[in-house]
Every structure is written in C-alpha cells, then in structure tokens.
C-alpha cells in the first residue's frame, strides 16, 4: 500500500518538483498551494506524512504544523524553511516536527529525510501497539528477572523513575543497561516525551560533539545545514547516554555545563539554548579506574550519578536463567519449546561472559537449528557442552579479567545448589573438609535456605 504524502509550498515550481520525486519514489502525492487549502486536504485525505514549507503568505509553516498536530498529533511532518538557523528549527522540532530540511536541498537529501520519517511512523504504531499492552503503573515485563538482586534494581526503578535525578546505570556489556533506563522513563512523568539514546563509544569523536549538541550551517567543512542535536531532540523527554564512560575528555566539560546549566550550545553557534532533560547514563567501564588515570572527570562522575544503579552479571543471578530463557522462547514465538534436564542445568551453569544478550543469542540459535520441540543437551553449541564436560573447562573467564574471590564464591554456591544445599555433599563435590566450605560460607556470606544447616 502506497505511502500518502501531503506536500504544502506556495513556490509553484518547487511543489512540482517535489510531486515529481516523491512520485518517483512510488509514493502517492497530494500538492496544495497554501497552508489554509493544506490544511482542507489533509482533513479530507489523513495522509501518513505532511512536507509543509516554513515561510507562506497568510498561514505559515509553524501555524500549519501546530493545527496538524492539534487534529493528529501522531502524524509526521516535515519542514522546509529557506531561514536554516537553529531557533527556528528547535522551534518547529519542540512544536512537533519530525525534522527539516533547507533550501536549496538535493533530491536525494529529500528521499533519505522523508524515507527515515516514513520508517519511524511504522516503529512508532508498533510502539504505540506495544504501549497499550503496558499498564499505568510499573511494568518491569522486559526485564525478567526474580531473583534477589534484581527485586532489589526494580524497587530502585520504582522509587527513582518519577524524580529528576541523573542516574549512572553500571555493569558488564550485554547486561541490559538500556533496558533499565528505558524502564526508567516508561515509568516516569517524562513517558509521554521522547526518548533519545546515544551510543557515546560508537560514533567518532570528531562527529561526537555535533551528535550531542548540534551545529548551525557552515560551522565547519560539510555542515550544510543546521543540524539538531541529541539534547535538543530530548527536550521535555530523557537523553540516555550509552557507553558515557568513553566519552572524549575534552567533551566532558561541555556536557558538565550541559548538565549543571541545562542548556546547549551548538557547535558554530553564539547562543546557548534552554532545555528541559532527564540525563540516564550507562558505562561497562571501572569509572573509579577511569577518574584515576585521569581520563574522566571527577565532577561530571558525581554529577551523572545522582542514583548509581549496578546491574549485576548473569552468573551472579543464575536463578533468573531458566526465567529468561522460558521469555526468549515467547519472544520468538517458540512457547511450545521445552529443554531436557541436562540441557537446562547447562545452560544454568555456564559462566555466560555476554551476559543476558549472549544467552537470547544461543536460545534463538536453538530454536532455529532445533529438530523437534524438545532441546536436548545434544543441541546445544560445543562450547556448553564442552565446558560442562567431564575434563572440559568449567569456566569462560571475560576478557577484562575477574575478580578471584567472586569466582570463589560462584564456585561455592554453584556447587550447594547443585547439592541441593547440603553441605556435606558440597564438600565432597568441591573436595574439601566440611569446615573448609563452612568457612568460605561464613567469609562470603553464603546463607543456606531456610538456614539448613546439613
């Protein structure tokens, strides 16, 4: 089904060009003349997507989008302005726009601008679909877990979600840190706002500072228009910075005033913009290392961590396995799927160096390769079976190393719930003395269920 793009421009020749290569691109075009006759046509034809120019005689751009957005806030539209400054694109943007382009702009600018609106339309019904699913209250259902240590990060969602505190989300790649700010504002006052994640460590950090901030037309070689930054796309919703912790060192000062000052200022330009932003932030890295070697600043730590919340990896919480994978099955529509025995204690006892998103990747592996609806410890990758084997290597150590005593304490409690919690039966499986493991319980404060002392 053709895409329905209403274009609003009083320049005659213009409309006509853009009827022409929105058409080519298989789209179906209605073209008016003025913002008073757009407005007739888009009352009459609810198209999926307005291309509006910012400066018409009588009714404007800006009066053309806020009556749109009035009627049907969900539709997408996009401006045209021949004024590229970025007051009045951060005024269309907070008005509801979905982006702008500048004249003179090139056809293939318009295609990739109004095809990216087109594409976010479709994942915003299915946002929109997934919402409606969601309870008022706090809804933790992406998030699987029951274990104690993650009760403990949703009773911290709960009391932080509806505050202003920057929050710093810790913990091993693969955790679902973003997972957890994304909860985070679903259950805020701020869910209704955009949410704009940035992933710090992925863009080159000569493009970094214009991401974040934005830039005005000419502010160095290639800026040809003005662009919108991350924060201001954030405006009155939460920014959260993925990977915060490889943050260059001569952009954390700018982000330190971002935060203390709450306003930007884009690269290029003279005047710093006021703004309303909720900042979550997330980092795998050792911060208190990081601020040691001097590569990130003490202050802009203390100012992102309002609320430090610690993820903790899936070999600490082995309980939520079997829970997770039971989602994984749902999520890939497999509910029908069971795990033999053998397979399940496995998958339970493999270290999992990455984490939750390396676990969804060997069930849906699973699940695709799989023979039948029952998985048996035959199915599974070598490098389970292999380091759950007689001889074979029990433990994947991750490479940025591990602690020895935390690995001591997994060995501990692996082997007393694979007893059952008996004692005595653990120290024989470890090959210790009794008062050996007693001892280590003690040191690490291992209690037993229901205090069984066996």
Wanted: hydrophobic share 40%; with cysteine.
């Amino acid at each position: 089904m053709k895409a329905k793009i209403l274009v609003i421009d009083d320049d005659t020749s213009l409309r006509r060009v853009l009827e022409y290569n929105l058409q080519e691109d298989g789209y179906e075009v209605q073209t008016a003349s003025s913002g008073e006759e757009g407005l007739y046509l888009f009352g009459q034809s609810q198209p999926d997507l307005v291309i509006t120019d910012m400066n018409m005689p009588g009714m404007d751009g800006l009066m053309v989008l806020k009556s749109i957005k009035e009627r049907s806030p969900e539709t997408l539209v996009i401006m045209i302005t021949a004024f590229g400054t970025v007051d009045v694109a951060v005024e269309a943007m907070k008005a509801g726009a979905y982006d702008y382009i500048t004249k003179p702009f090139n056809r293939e600018e318009l295609k990739l601008t109004v095809r990216k609106a087109l594409e976010f339309n479709g994942l915003a019904e299915e946002n929109k679909r997934l919402k409606s699913e969601l309870s008022d209250k706090a809804d933790f259902r992406t998030i699987v877990g029951s274990s104690k240590e993650m009760e403990k990060i949703f009773e911290v969602i709960r009391k932080v979600a509806d505050t202003e505190a920057a929050i710093l989300i810790t913990g091993e790649s693969g955790t679902g840190k973003e997972l957890v700010a994304r909860s985070i504002h679903a259950n805020s006052s701020r869910k209704d706002a955009p949410f704009v994640a940035i992933n710090c460590a992925a863009i080159p950090r000569e493009l970094l500072e214009s991401e974040l901030f934005g830039h005005v037309k000419g502010a160095f070689t290639g800026a040809i228009r003005d662009k919108t930054g991350k924060f201001q796309l954030a405006d009155g919703g939460t920014l959260f910075l993925d990977e915060v912790g490889d943050l260059p060192v001569e952009l954390q000062p700018k982000l330190l005033r971002a935060l203390q000052e709450k306003e930007v200022e884009p690269v290029g330009g003279a005047k710093a913009q006021k703004l309303d932003v909720r900042v979550v932030s997330a980092t795998n890295l050792d911060i208190d290392k990081a601020i040691a070697e001097g590569t990130f600043r003490e202050d802009l730590y203390y100012r992102l961590s309002v609320i430090p919340i610690h993820l903790p990896p899936l070999r600490e919480r082995r309980k939520d396995i079997p829970l997770l994978i039971r989602y994984f099955c749902s999520k890939h529509g497999s509910e029908k799927v069971t795990f033999a025995k053998d397979a399940l204690e496995t998958l339970v006892m493999y270290p999992w160096p990455g984490n939750v998103r390396e676990l969804e990747n060997t069930v849906e592996r699973l699940l695709i390769m799989r023979n039948g609806d029952n998985i048996s410890h035959d199915d599974l990758p070598d490098k389970l079976r292999e380091g759950n084997a007689p001889g074979g290597a029990l433990i994947k150590l991750p490479d940025e190393g591990y602690s020895l005593e935390q690995l001591e304490r997994e060995v501990v409690v692996a082997a007393l719930e694979r007893k059952s919690w008996n004692q005595a039966a653990a120290a024989r499986f470890l090959r210790i003395p009794r008062h050996t493991l007693i001892y280590r319980m003690e040191k690490y404060g291992i209690v037993l269920p229901g205090n069984n002392q066996r």
